[in-house]
């Protein structure tokens, strides 16, 4: 192959993921996920590289944003999150790196979601079932239910 169908081919095929990524914010292992199949290994990892280094594709950016989507939305427990992202292919060490940076935030935002979901449920469960409904979700068991 010359060099220029090497380059165009390779502009093809960073463009493809580039609209998968600005579609929808991904990881990189999603990316990979998604193309290691249609996009030669050593290929995919240029791109990679390149995404990365233009700032298109950080874990580290998902993590925040993920984070703060579901500190909008949702009533979670670090737990949660911790699952949700460890779901995405993020590694442990990012994921422990956030949350330890973060962990004041998260802990008054992971209280504020435990007294919202007792709300919710007090109509049609008791105190024990609330309990062990927290307690599946991932809330720390050192918290009584109606502090």
């Keep these: 192959m010359l060099d220029y169908e090497k380059i165009e081919s390779f502009e093809k095929q960073k463009t493809k993921v580039m609209k998968y990524i600005m579609y929808k914010k991904r990881t990189e292992h999603e990316v990979r996920q998604k193309f290691s199949k249609i996009i030669e290994k050593e290929t995919l990892d240029e791109i990679i590289d390149y995404l990365k280094e233009a700032q298109y594709l950080s874990d580290v ?34 994921i422990e790196d956030y949350i330890q940076k973060h962990r004041d935030e998260l802990e008054e935002y992971e209280d504020k979601s435990r007294k919202n979901i007792i709300m919710k449920k007090s109509m049609t469960m008791d105190e024990q079932e609330i309990k062990k409904y927290l307690y599946k979700k991932g809330f720390r068991k050192d918290i009584n239910c109606y502090d």
């Design 61 to 94: 950016d998902y993590i925040e944003r993920s984070v703060n989507e579901f500190i909008a939305l949702k009533d979670l427990s670090i737990f949660e999150i911790k699952c949700k992202l460890y779901s995405k292919g993020i590694s442990k060490n990012d």
